[in-house]
């Protein structure tokens, strides 16, 4: 359980300064807060420097303005919820990247909540902090067709778990979307294999690509090594950072990412990381 001081301070991050009773209202204003002000990214991975995904550390990350990625976004949230009272409950999911099969493997960390309205029935919401640029707000766990933004989202029955459901990403968007099995899973140990592939394997899609995402409500943002691509409506431009100095501004400006626990000469590293492998890649594509 978080403790007073890491829930103020954590509810300060989101700049939430009052507490309110655990209403839809209330979990939609937390929500949107988060996406916006706490980046989804890979930076810790990228630098060699991963935090373990155990509560503690996961909150740690969020009242000290840093972030992480899934595992550390949902864990984390998924506390503070508690802590204000909703029932918060996780599952075991799976992202489907383009072009390939929908799965359920415990590579991501899902999260629904669940609260009576003013009605007194049972209401429970897709909740979930930890995909980057979707969703904006939580969504309702029935099937339909969800508008946020520029950004539309299909909440259906999963194909690959039984009673599960899966959330499908915008067609514009960088995957496909991501099945979430139906057991509540009550703590962490099964997603810590998967934090230790992702966070130190060399079969890892992030040691080498350094990505942040965060979501706002007209669109999205990504840094993807020394790409900048913002999405404004239905507008989506790229552009190509040149200089360390562009492309820290751009971390601290846009993502709120001031990499807060590197030293300068590590910030100069990261950099000097990221133009290599983006060099590597425009000569790869002979762009």
Not at 245 to 252: D, F, H, K, P, V
Request: one cysteine or more.
């Amino acid at each position: 359980m978080l403790t007073n001081e890491e829930m103020i301070n954590y509810l300060a991050r989101l700049g939430i300064r009052e507490i309110q009773p655990p209403t839809r209202s209330f979990l939609f204003e937390l929500h949107k807060a988060h996406v916006e002000r706490i980046p989804w990214e890979t930076v810790d991975i990228f630098a060699g420097k991963p935090v373990p995904i155990d509560i503690k550390a996961s909150v740690q990350l969020m009242v000290n303005r840093r972030s992480g990625y899934c595992f550390h976004l949902n864990g984390a949230f998924g506390e503070l919820l508690r802590a204000l009272g909703y029932q918060v409950s996780w599952h075991r999911a799976g992202v489907q990247p383009l072009g390939e099969e929908p799965r359920v493997n415990s590579f991501h960390l899902g999260m629904t909540v669940c609260f009576k309205n003013e009605q007194e029935a049972d209401e429970r919401w897709i909740v979930d902090a930890g995909l980057g640029d979707m969703p904006y707000e939580p969504l309702p766990l029935r099937p339909g067709i969800y508008q946020q933004g520029p950004l539309m989202y299909k909440v259906m029955e999963s194909g690959v778990t039984k009673g599960g459901w899966r959330l499908e990403h915008d067609p514009q968007a960088s995957f496909a979307g991501a099945d979430y099995a139906p057991d509540v899973v009550h703590d962490l140990e099964e997603f810590k294999p998967k934090h230790e592939i992702y966070s130190r394997s060399a079969d890892s899609p992030w040691m080498n690509l350094f990505l942040v995402r965060h979501r706002h409500a007209a669109g999205s943002n990504e840094l993807r090594g020394c790409v900048w691509i913002k999405r404004e409506g239905r507008d989506i431009v790229k552009s190509e950072i040149q200089s360390k100095s562009q492309w820290l501004e751009i971390l601290g400006d846009v993502f709120d990412e001031h990499l807060v626990s590197y030293s300068g000469q590590e910030r100069d590293e990261l950099w000097k990381k990221a133009w290599k492998l983006h060099e590597e890649w425009k000569r790869k594509n002979a762009i």
